[in-house]
């Protein structure tokens, strides 16, 4: 038990809520780790046996995003994270909150630069689909979802940078209806990557198709 005051000194949030916990860092993986397959060769498989499915944050800003996208990404069974080193947020306390603790169960890889790591899983047997609004397949019609797969967001506002970009297999949009013209980074992740869980479910039950 300790004083108000001294909880403010360790807490690194603005809002412990009571408690602080010491521990360990979360460390980082080589984005070896997250794939493994031979050069050029598709499909990949990760270490565990389990076709990749990872989600690679490209520049997003905000923690909350950041936080709230580990967490759907856990929820819709994705095998890791790539994040950049730099032009980003890492996993800061507000970043560790909002995920809910669905950071400390995915493999996370810090990289140098998002559009060499993007190269990099290609040349891996990744197939890599940036959600984009002007993408030229949408996600109903994505059809390497049950394929070895990295889907990448780009920031908040400004999407995915152009080197980024060209550099994916894929650039996929999520039809909107209404007059609004793009959804919140987390929310458009969330949705991407749910959608592809339910392909690769479909996927192993119909013996492994491509949907």
Same mark, same amino acid.
């Given at each position: ?31 070896? &780790? ?13 270490? %565990? ?9 490209? &520049? ?12 759907? $990404?856990?929820?819709?069974? $994705?095998?890791? =994270?790539? =994040?950049? !080193? ?16 669905? =950071? ?83 929310? $458009? $992740? ?8 339910? !392909?690769?479910?479909?996927?192993? %039950? ?6």
């Amino acid at each position: 038990m300790v004083s108000q005051d001294e909880l403010r000194t360790f807490a690194l949030s603005s809002s412990p809520q009571g408690v602080v916990a010491r521990a360990a860092a979360i460390p980082a993986v080589g984005l070896d &780790e997250l794939v493994r397959a031979s050069d050029g060769s598709r499909p990949a498989s990760t270490p %565990k046996g389990a076709v990749p499915f990872l989600f690679v944050l490209a &520049e997003v800003t905000d923690p909350h995003n950041v936080g709230a996208i580990c967490r759907s $990404a856990l929820g819709a069974g $994705a095998t890791g =994270i790539v =994040i950049g !080193k730099h032009r980003g947020a890492h996993f800061s306390p507000s970043a560790l909150k909002a995920a809910a603790g669905a =950071i400390e169960h995915l493999p996370i890889a810090l990289v140098g630069g998002v559009a060499q790591a993007v190269s990099e899983l290609v040349r891996r047997g990744v197939w890599t689909v940036g959600l984009d609004p002007e993408g030229e397949v949408t996600l109903d019609t994505l059809p390497v979802a049950t394929e070895p797969i990295a889907l990448v967001v780009g920031a908040e506002g400004e999407g995915l940078s152009p080197l980024v970009r060209q550099r994916c297999d894929l650039r996929c949009r999520i039809p909107l209806y209404g007059p609004v013209g793009s959804l919140n980074v987390s929310v $458009a $992740a969330a949705i991407a990557g749910f959608f592809i869980a339910q !392909k690769r479910a479909a996927g192993e %039950k119909s013996g492994g198709e491509v949907g």
